[in-house]
């Protein structure tokens, strides 16, 4: 089963690398995030005719999730239970099986800010939401664009991506990790604990030829499916395309 998580950055625009995308990878399971449509213009006739299913939240301009599959999902949970948030930032569905939780998490803007207190927040809830589901489902795999990188193998710069930063602040990182100790497992770093292999590069400075990146799009596999997780990896080769995402998908595959 080959499950992958992808920040599109506008599925309106990205649609065709999309359906180029799967064609080629062929995944079985796909998170979106920042679909940006609202509920009635995603594409779902497009994808059926691509071979996937679809349930998604979205809305207008901004956030928006989605998960593809190729076989039917059951169980969909829109959001973080007893979490009020107007934003479109939370899906969770099982497929074959497997719970699978797509996260957009919080940006945060900067440390310090009204909006980073908000993403402190918002983790805190899906922590304690995942540590539910977990029990419930334990074959569980958490992806998504975790606005967060794990550690300084993570991010091109760590004299400049450090406590002060976004997305890099011990805060966020230790929020990542609480995350994690409830028995989830980066997917990546089972496999590589090679630095500097990014699944983020901003537009400007020329950053992904240049590869001032971020590994900021995780998945997250659960004790039970450790074993289980046989490869996981970045997918480089659409953010070389024309008119890309700023994001490359990130992807696990789990073995029989």
């Known amino acids: 089963m080959k499950i992958a998580s992808w920040n599109v950055n506008s599925l309106n625009v990205r649609l065709p690398h999309l359906e180029q995308w799967l064609g080629a ?3 079985d399971i796909v998170g979106l995030q920042e679909t940006k449509l609202e509920d009635s213009r995603f594409p779902d006739t497009a994808l059926v005719g691509a071979g996937y299913r679809s349930v998604f939240a979205g809305q207008k301009t901004y956030n928006g999730v989605a998960i593809l599959s190729r076989e039917p ?4 949970q829109v959001g973080i239970p007893g979490f009020d948030d107007e934003q479109k930032r939370v899906i969770a569905a099982t497929v074959g099986g497997v719970r699978i ?7 945060g803007q900067d440390v ?3 909006k980073y207190a908000y993403k402190l927040r918002w983790l805190e809830a899906v922590h304690d939401w995942i540590g539910q589901e977990l029990q419930r489902h ?5 992806l998504g664009d975790f606005n967060i990188a794990p550690d300084d193998r993570d991010v091109h710069d760590p004299a400049v991506w450090n406590d ?13 990790r609480r995350l994690c100790a409830l028995g989830l497992h980066d997917a990546f770093r089972l496999h590589s604990h090679e630095a500097g292999l990014f699944s983020w590069w901003d537009y400007r400075q020329a ?3 240049r590869n001032l990146g971020l590994r900021i799009d995780l998945t997250l596999v659960s004790d039970a499916l450790r074993a289980r ?8 080769e659409p953010r070389t395309w024309d008119r890309p995402s700023d994001h490359a998908p990130a992807w696990v595959e789990l073995g029989a």
């Open 25 to 27: 990878f062929a995944p």
């Open 73 to 76: 999902a059951q169980d969909v």
């Open 101 to 107: 939780v797509n996260l957009y998490v919080v940006n």
């Open 112 to 114: 310090g800010t009204d």
């Open 138 to 142: 334990p074959e569980l795999v958490v």
């Open 164 to 176: 002060e930063h976004i997305l890099t602040s011990t805060a966020e990182r230790d929020g990542l």
């Open 207 to 209: 950053a992904f030829r």
């Open 229 to 236: 997780c046989v490869a996981a990896g970045i997918d480089r």
